[in-house]
């Protein structure tokens, strides 16, 4: 009885074995035809690299007839230049490539096979297209897609150099070539550079043309108006942010204009307009070479050259508490003091000669002259705008006349009104006689009345808009916002007095 069950349970086991290989045939065979049918041809290989089935497809397109035989043969043999040994010994897929055979380009896809434990048991092979042509929609999109990238990149490279040099800062007087000198050769050194100056008297220009001097050229010129940021976005703009850091920040980090300019130069205008709560991130900057995301927990260095800019008197500051005094010794290195234009009247005629030259090239038509008396007239003139203003006059001068010459009568028709826009005041007319009986305002309350009028005059005209109203009073945005700050003005409250 014994041996009768035993022999029952063995023909069980026998039975079942068979239908398994059954099944697996039938698997097997199902899997070559819907190879078959989906690739327009497909190989299949071992673990050695030989041929163990190829489809009738794949051998019409090597020029096989169905008799010549390929199962046991090296892949290469079969199929010259194959690359699904490579597959096999990588364990990794190459789900897409262009291959050529006989002449003709196909887009193939190569699979490695893997048992239960993982390990690599052969590989498949297969032409998902038997001509790239019918591809060229989808590459065509794709090249373009990738002109349209790099050409963002390029611009966006442009945007992040130089984009003046020392031969630009225009002026032969003794102070313009002092400044040159030692300009020149703060750029052959890698520390922090101090520019002092007037607004309009050029800082941004110089700050460039030490970047472009210095051996930090090839690397990015990342420049941040300080002044222009409100304070709640400054340390974000200028550090980064960590991924979560705040309401709205997204999933994805972002990096701040210092890491930006990683191996290159970073330029802080309007340096004493910096928070003074940020100033000891910044100073950590210049100290240990490192920031740390706004959010995150995480040090990042940074390799970046300094360069800072103010009209401000830092030194004041420190001792008002305004501006803290181990960052003013960190920046204050190499301080450049940039002369105002008052302090060099000679300048004046090579300067309107290149301002007019690059009118002439902005607007069209050919390069206007100056007078003799008109250049005299603009060398009396003190320019408390400085190169910015003599810019703004000579632009105004070149689209209110059609002379070829600019006189010594076209300056002072402009002066009168230009002059005052310059101080951001308004025109004080002045009479022969004063009733005794009328009350006199002290010189500075009528002077900040007159330039909070006139602030809100620009601020009409311009729509709200402060930059556009900046350039209408002729002073720059950081000034602009410096007086918006100390008179109290807000943009909704912009229509003049009545």
């Known amino acids: 009885m014994e041996r009768l069950v035993d022999g029952v349970a063995a023909r069980r086991r026998r039975a079942a074995s068979a239908r398994e290989a059954g099944l697996r045939d039938r698997i097997a065979r199902a899997a070559v035809e819907l190879f078959d ?33 390929v199962e046991g043969r090296p892949v290469e043999e079969v199929i010259p230049n194959s690359r699904l040994r490579e597959v096999v010994a990588c364990g990794r897929a190459d789900l897409i490539d262009i291959f050529e055979v006989e002449g003709r380009q196909l887009v193939v896809s190569r699979i490695p096979l893997k048992d239960e434990d993982g390990r690599v048991t052969g590989a498949v092979g297969m032409i998902l ?43 032969n007087s003794e102070a313009v070539r002092l400044l040159k000198r030692q300009a020149r050769r703060a750029a052959e050194r890698d520390i922090t550079v101090l520019l002092l100056g007037e607004t309009g008297t050029g800082k941004e220009m110089l700050a460039h043309a030490l970047h472009a001097a210095s051996g930090r050229q090839s690397g990015p010129m990342v420049r941040v108006n300080t002044a222009a940021i409100p304070e709640n976005l400054l340390e974000a703009e200028l550090f980064g942010v960590a991924p979560g850091a705040f309401t709205g920040a997204g999933a994805k980090p ?31 900057v210049l100290q240990e070479r490192e920031i740390e995301p706004l959010g995150s927990n995480r040090v990042i ?67 206007r002259t100056l007078t003799d008396h008109a250049l005299l007239r603009l060398q009396a003139h003190d320019w408390p705008g400085n190169v910015r203003e003599l810019a703004n006059l000579l632009e105004r001068a070149v689209l209110l ?10 300056i002072d028709s402009l002066m009168a009104t230009h002059m005052p826009s310059a101080a951001g005041v308004a025109p004080v007319t002045m009479t022969a006689s004063v ?59 912009a229509a003049p007095r009545p």
């Open 129 to 171: 297209y038997d001509r790239v042509q019918s591809l060229k929609p989808l590459v065509d999109k794709f090249q373009g897609l990738q002109r349209d990238l790099d050409a963002a990149r390029r611009q966006l490279a442009d945007a992040r150099r130089a984009k003046y040099g020392f031969s630009q800062f225009i002026g």
């Open 37 to 69: 049918q989906l690739y327009e041809g497909a190989v299949l290989i071992d673990s050695g690299g030989q041929v163990l089935w190829m489809n009738d497809k794949y051998r019409a397109i090597l020029g096989l007839n169905g008799m010549d035989p």
């Open 301 to 367: 260095p940074v390799d970046v050259r300094v360069i800072a800019a103010t009209s401000r008197d830092l030194g004041r500051m420190v001792e008002e508490g305004l501006f803290r005094a181990d960052l003013y010794y960190r920046l204050n290195v190499l301080p450049l003091r940039l002369p105002p234009l008052r302090e060099r009247l000679d300048d004046i005629e090579p300067l309107c000669e290149a301002l007019l030259d690059r009118l002439a090239i902005d607007q069209g038509g050919r390069p």
């Open 401 to 410: 006349t059609d002379d070829a010459e600019i006189d010594a009568g076209h």
């Open 254 to 284: 972002r990096d701040g204009k210092i890491r930006l300019a990683h191996r290159g130069t970073l330029f802080l205008d309007e340096i004493g307009d910096m928070p003074v709560s940020l100033q000891s991130k910044l100073l950590r």
């Open 435 to 493: 009733d005794p009986g009328e009350t006199v305002e002290p010189l500075r309350e009528a002077l900040a009345a007159a330039e909070r009028d006139a602030i809100r005059r620009a601020l009409a005209a311009a729509g709200g808009v402060k930059t556009q109203a900046a350039k209408l009073l002729g002073i720059s945005r950081a000034q602009f916002y410096e007086k918006l700050a100390t008179h109290g003005i807000e943009t909704a409250a």
